[in-house]
C-alpha cells in the first residue's frame, strides 16, 4: 500500500507532501485541478519500467514508499524502483484504448477491454480465475465460494435490469428476463463500465492491491455510484483505492473523510 507520495515541481510549480489512507482516497477538485495527473502519474512510477524519469518529464522529482514499494525518480534521471504491489488503473471508458489481437473490429474500446478481463489468458482474467480453482485443489472451495458471491453482487446491481449474470462452460453472458442471452458486448456503457471495475476487484485475489480509478462515475447509475466503493472494498478488504471523481455519491456513504481536495494536496 502507498503510505507517501512526495512530488518536486509539478508543472515547474506545484509541490506535494501526500500521506494516502491504506484503504480509501477520494480526489476532489476543478477541471484541471491535477486529480488525473496525479493518477497517471502514480500509475506510471507503480508500473515501473526503463527510463522512468523520462515518460514523467511534468516533474523534477518523486518519491513514492509504502508496505512493499519503494520509488524513487531523481532529478539526474536515476532513481530506485520497487513495487511487490499489484495494481491497476481504471480510467474514464472513453479512454480505455486496450487492444486484444485477432479481437472482432465491431467491439468498441470499452467493450474489447471488457473482453479481455473476461477472457484473456495472458493476463489477470475471470476465466484465468475460474481455472484456478480447477488447477489447485486446496484454493478451489475458496475460489468457488468467492466466484458465488461475487456473482450474487453482480446480479444485486443487474435486477433491476432483470438480468441474471450467467457462466456457462467457456461461456459467460447474462441472461434477460424472456430467458434469452445477452452477450456482454451488448451491455450498456455504465453496465460494461461496472462490470469491467466489479472483474478486476475479484482478480485481486482479496490480495493487498492498490486500484487507481480516474471518474469511476461516468455512465454509471447514481444507485451504482453510491455503492461502488462499498461494493470493491467487500470483495477485496486489501485493496487500496484512489479515486478521482466529481460525484458527491462516490463519497456519500459514510467515506467523507477520506476525501482530499487538490488544491490543498498541491502547495506552491
Known amino acids: ?74 532529478p539526474e534521471g536515476s532513481g530506485y524502483w520497487k513495487n511487490e504491489c499489484g495494481c ?75 438480468k441474471t449474470f450467467a457462466i456457462q462452460g467457456s461461456d459467460v453472458f447474462f441472461k434477460q428476463a424472456n430467458g434469452e442471452k445477452l452477450a456482454l458486448h451488448l451491455l450498456s456503457a455504465g453496465e460494461k463500465q461496472l462490470l469491467i471495475i466489479l472483474i478486476n476487484a475479484l482478480t485481486q485475489d482479496e490480495k493487498p492491491f492498490i486500484l487507481l480509478m480516474d471518474e469511476p462515475e461516468i455512465s454509471l447509475d447514481i444507485d451504482w455510484q453510491y455503492k461502488l466503493v462499498d461494493t470493491i472494498r467487500k470483495i477485496n478488504p486489501s485493496c487500496q483505492l484512489i479515486i478521482a471523481t466529481h460525484s458527491p455519491a462516490i463519497f456519500g456513504d459514510g467515506w467523507n473523510d477520506k476525501l482530499f481536495f487538490m488544491d490543498e494536496l498541491l502547495k506552491k
Open 1 to 74: 500500500m502507498i503510505r507517501h507520495v512526495a512530488i518536486e515541481k509539478l508543472w515547474g510549480q506545484y509541490e506535494m507532501d501526500w500521506h494516502p489512507h491504506p484503504d480509501v482516497n477520494i480526489l476532489a477538485g476543478v477541471n484541471g485541478s491535477g486529480k488525473s495527473t496525479l493518477l497517471k502519474i502514480l500509475d506510471t512510477a507503480l508500473s515501473g519500467g526503463n527510463n522512468l524519469s523520462l515518460r514523467l518529464p511534468h516533474l523534477r522529482a518523486l518519491r513514492i514508499t509504502g508496505a512493499q514499494i519503494e520509488i524513487n525518480v531523481t
Open 88 to 162: 491497476d488503473f481504471i480510467g474514464t471508458f472513453d479512454e480505455i484504448t486496450y487492444e486484444k489481437k485477432a479481437l472482432s473490429r465491431e467491439l468498441s474500446p470499452l467493450a474489447a477491454y471488457l473482453d479481455a478481463l473476461t477472457f484473456d489468458t495472458q493476463r489477470p482474467s475471470l476465466n484465468n480465475y475460474r481455472l484456478k480453482a480447477t488447477e489447485n485443489p486446496a484454493a478451489g472451495r475458496r475460489i468457488s465460494d468467492r466466484l458465488q458471491q461475487w456473482i450474487e453482487t453482480v446480479n444485486s446491481f443487474f435486477s433491476i435490469m432483470q
